[in-house]
């Protein structure tokens, strides 16, 4: 009995030592986000690579920029062409009436209106604008020539091509006739299969040859660092074509919201919801950074955050630099965290 009277005495007594301990120093909070993840995305200092990625399962291709010249939508419904503007500023398109083929001259050049690709990826702003048109449930390929001017890079006869677009045929192929401009005809015939698990598939004139340029599958990326083609204002407000580098979505699979003079810490699920998204392909783009005259650099666009709406999650992101550690410039980094 008295073992036991002095057990729970020993008992009571830890009980009271343990009641009057001083809880401990709580971790101060992190200042970051929980979740918030970063990543450097390697353009390099001369833009050389471009670089597609998946946020859901982190996942970065990497491939060359300037592989192709031109690409084919695989929309299985809707004929659509595009360029590689980004490969220079004078890389661009200009129609002809078919029976101007073996009659073009370099005075007719000079005085054609020459188009590029908006990067928004709208029909509607493509410099192939009209190429097709429906006849009943039949799509069919409009009565015209394009030169193709592939660049002012090119130096000799090879700078100008003369195409046609001689077929469509919806979930299948795209048909073409072409030739360089001092060949006087459409020498070259070329059938491009579509391939449905890619956006667009690519060919090269010079190479004559369809040309890999999606490493990813259309539903396995997000988005796209680049190089591409925009009209953009001077100092004055006129608009002129430059090469620029940015950021272009997949309008497959993601859509955007900008949002502007925002915390980026402070926006929620409820937050993100509630803005309004966009599937323009360069609603993103370029100008999340700003070049600083006064220190020779790029600097990030400050409380700008975008917030993106993918199949698999709603996500909030923001740039935090355009530098590596070694401060060269072509390598931004991404700093962002998914909310569901």
């Not at 890389?91 to 990067?119: C, E, N, Q, Y």
């Not at 993103?284 to 666009?301: L, S």
């Not at 400050?302 to 199949?311: A, E, F, G, M, Q």
């Amino acid at each position: 009995m008295k073992q036991q009277r002095i057990i729970y005495l020993l008992f009571v007594t830890l009980l009271t030592i343990t009641a009057c301990e001083k809880p401990e120093k709580l971790y101060p909070q992190p200042k970051t986000s929980v979740g918030v993840q970063s990543q450097t995305f390697a353009m390099g200092e001369t833009y050389a690579s471009q670089l597609w990625y998946d946020f859901a399962n982190q996942r970065t291709e990497t491939n060359a920029f300037g592989l192709w010249h031109i690409g084919f939508s695989c929309d299985a419904n809707t004929p659509r062409l595009c360029i590689n503007g980004g490969i220079s500023a004078s890389f661009s398109v200009a129609r002809f009436s078919l029976s101007s083929v073996g009659k073009i001259t370099p005075d007719s050049l000079k005085k054609a209106k020459w188009m590029f690709d908006h990067p928004n990826g709208d029909a509607d702003s493509s410099a192939f604008l009209n190429a097709f048109w429906r006849d009943g449930s039949t799509w069919r390929c409009a009565a015209f020539a394009y030169v193709i001017d592939l660049g002012d890079k090119i130096k000799d006869s090879s700078r100008y091509v003369q195409l046609q677009i001689t077929d469509f045929k919806p979930g299948i192929s795209y048909s073409i006739a072409y030739g360089l401009l001092n060949q006087k005809t459409l020498d070259r015939t070329e059938t491009i299969a579509i391939n449905p698990n890619k956006n667009f598939v690519y060919y090269h004139f010079l190479e004559h040859r369809v040309v890999e340029n999606e490493p990813m599958d259309n539903h396995q990326w997000d988005i796209l660092f680049t190089t591409y083609k925009e009209s953009v204002p001077d100092a004055n407000g006129v608009l002129y074509p430059y090469v620029i580098r940015g950021v272009l979505i997949n309008p497959k699979k993601v859509q955007v919201a900008q949002l502007d003079k925002v915390n980026f810490d402070a926006i929620d699920k409820t937050t993100a919801l509630a803005a309004t998204f966009s599937r323009k392909q360069d609603e993103i783009g370029y100008d999340w950074k700003q070049y600083d005259q006064a220190a020779e650099r790029y600097t990030m666009v400050p409380n700008r955050v975008y917030l993106l709406k993918t199949s698999d999650a709603l996500i909030k992101m923001k740039f935090v630099d355009f530098y590596n550690d070694q401060g060269i410039k072509g390598y931004p980094k991404m700093a962002w965290e998914i909310l569901n």
